[in-house]
């Protein structure tokens, strides 16, 4: 008899949207199973998978952004945009902005597409070779890891290949399929971008999340009747979003003190969380009394790289690490220049906004409270 299970992903799905009106099907699953609210970790969904397919802190897989500070590793196309015949176009932003992404999408085929770092500082920027789910290190290893213990197989569906018609793939995946035991992972992005484009509240992304269900729904009757009993369904979500609240430029405001964008430091900064890299203790103190005085996030420091996991041995993550409140936004941002994104993630884990949760179509027998235990768990099903 075949071993399924079936574990689709849905990136960035409010847990608020868990009830009857919206999503009666996830809702009826959370109310007649077991609804598991996961603990997170902090940070974007590259660090939330990272942490769920190896099953380890960010400060013990050693991902935690998508991006570090790692000269020696910058790509030759950012050493060359570094030359100072390029350097006018900092003050161009526009066309910074078409001419780094220009460049990218011709020399670099894979990974992070950061389109905006100033190129005063871009060769001292490095940036993985992947970014989803599938082209991490850690699904491979998981999949061998599967294969090896229990001779099951992994299976990937989603972006960046496919984003359309997941579930009709799904079904003709299982139509050709041979494996007597396989793990398959379904992952939905779709959410998220319409969350970040028109914000969580917008009719969008509420009936989206609808049809989404809707769509679940129908294949979880497929499933039973093709299957009965014999598969498992889970339902996992990353993280949720916050509407747009404040944004902030936070160039502008290191300028007013007098600080240079590649002279008294570098940085990164990202929708909702900024890493320096301070040229000196004085540099370093003027940054830290600038964001002080802004007054709308928090300094991780010492005590809470530990707590949050982030104490990495180097300091590629920053010097300085500033997250903003939920609600706000940096304006412009190396991913999104122009304009703020109406959804926001990527705060601190405690907040309402970053719960991760995880529902199931029957009792768990493995205990499963924090993201990290979700790869124990795909092991523990095949056991």
């Known amino acids: 008899m075949k071993n399924l299970v079936v574990f689709f992903y849905i990136d960035a799905l409010n847990p608020s949207f868990l009830n009857r009106d919206i999503m009666p099907f996830l809702s009826s699953l959370a109310t007649k199973n077991h609804c598991h609210v996961l603990e997170n970790v902090f940070g974007y969904s590259f660090t939330i998978q990272s942490c769920m397919l190896s099953g380890k802190y960010p400060d013990e897989n050693n991902h935690w952004m998508p991006y570090f500070y790692c000269p020696e590793e910058s790509p030759f196309l950012f050493k060359t945009l570094n030359m100072k015949t390029f350097s006018p176009?900092?003050?161009?932003?526009?066309?910074?902005?078409?001419?780094?992404?220009g460049c990218r999408r011709l020399f670099l085929k894979k990974g992070v597409q950061a389109n905006n770092i100033p190129l005063?500082?871009?060769?001292?920027?490095?940036?993985?070779?992947?970014?989803?789910?599938?082209?991490?290190?850690?699904?491979?290893?998981l999949g061998k890891l599967l294969e090896e213990k229990s001779q099951t197989t992994l299976t990937y569906i989603g972006p960046p290949k496919q984003r359309t018609n997941l579930h009709s793939t799904l079904f003709e995946h299982l139509r050709k399929s041979?494996?007597?035991?396989e793990a398959i992972i379904v992952y939905?992005?779709?959410?998220?971008?319409?969350?970040?484009?028109f914000g969580p509240c917008s009719p969008r992304y509420l009936n989206y999340a609808k049809s989404l269900d809707s769509a679940l729904s129908a294949t979880y009757r497929k499933l039973t009747n093709s299957l009965g009993k014999h598969f498992t369904l889970l339902v996992f979500s990353d993280h949720g979003q916050s509407e747009?609240?404040?944004?902030?430029?936070?160039?502008?405001?290191?300028?007013?003190?007098?600080?240079?964008?590649?002279?008294?430091?570098?940085?990164?900064?990202?929708a909702t969380l900024a890493l320096f890299w301070p040229e000196d203790d004085v540099a370093k103190e003027k940054i830290l009394g600038a964001l002080d005085k802004i007054g709308q996030g928090i300094v991780i420091d010492v005590d809470k790289r530990k707590k949050y996991h982030i104490e990495f041995k180097d300091d590629r993550y920053g010097e300085i690490i500033y997250v903003l409140k939920p609600g706000g936004t940096f304006v412009p941002n190396f991913f999104s220049p122009f304009g703020a994104m109406k959804g926001l993630h990527g705060y601190l884990p405690e907040g309402e906004v970053q719960k991760s949760f995880l529902l199931s179509n029957e009792k768990l027998s493995f205990h499963i409270s924090h993201v990290k235990d979700v790869r124990n768990l795909l092991l523990n099903l095949f056991s």
Do not use: W
């Open 178 to 181: 041979k494996h007597e035991n």
């Open 188 to 197: 939905h992005d779709t959410l998220d971008g319409l969350g970040h484009t």
């Open 89 to 101: 176009l900092d003050r161009l932003q526009t066309l910074r902005y078409l001419t780094v992404r």
């Open 120 to 141: 005063c500082e871009i060769d001292k920027i490095a940036l993985y070779p992947y970014y989803y789910m599938c082209e991490l290190p850690f699904f491979l290893e």
């Open 244 to 270: 747009l609240k404040f944004q902030i430029n936070i160039l502008s405001e290191l300028n007013k003190k007098g600080l240079k964008l590649g002279v008294d430091y570098i940085c990164f900064v990202d």
